[in-house]
């Protein structure tokens, strides 16, 4: 790994370039991600910013993170990459309005999706990533 150190930034035809300020990078970096077996125990795969899961229910589970986001106005995106252990179709991510978003939880429901449309269901591989100022 090598260290690069300038106090100017030149383009390609040596013209100067300005660096971008710190908030604006951390405004397009993540606050937290995570990746989690949702099944019995729930076990956290991997994650930044995360320092536990409550299961809910069937299908729903809170992130709890481990520092605050600034506001509840922040972006969750969450995805399932199959289910090996438990029933293996095809499932769709939303929240759970029940558990209501915190600056440091939010929650994460996994439905059914086809003939059994909507029916809640534990899973084995899901990612949430957030995003906020």
């Known amino acids: 790994m090598s260290t690069i150190k300038a106090n100017t930034l030149l383009h390609s035809d040596g013209s100067t370039t300005t660096q ?4 604006a990078l951390d405004k397009r970096m993540a606050k937290a991600w995570i990746v989690y077996d949702q099944l019995d125990p729930v076990t ?9 899961i409550t299961d ?4 729903v589970s809170s992130v709890n993170m481990t520092n605050a986001i600034s506001s509840v ?3 969750v995106g969450a995805s ?3 289910n090996t252990t438990a029933w293996g179709g095809t499932t769709f991510v939303s929240g759970d309005n029940q558990y209501t978003k915190t600056t440091t939880q939010f929650s994460i429901c ?3 999706y086809g003939s059994t449309y909507g029916i809640k269901t534990d899973i084995n591989n ?8």
Request: proline fraction near 6%; aromatic fraction near 8%; include cysteine.
């Open 44 to 52: 956290i795969l991997a994650s930044y910013n995360c320092s536990s």
């Open 80 to 82: 399932t990459v199959g």
């Open 56 to 59: 809910r229910e069937v299908g």
């Open 20 to 23: 971008p300020s710190i908030p």
């Open 73 to 75: 106005n922040y972006s």
């Open 110 to 112: 996994i439905r059914k």
């Open 126 to 133: 899901i990612s949430a990533i957030v995003f906020a100022n």
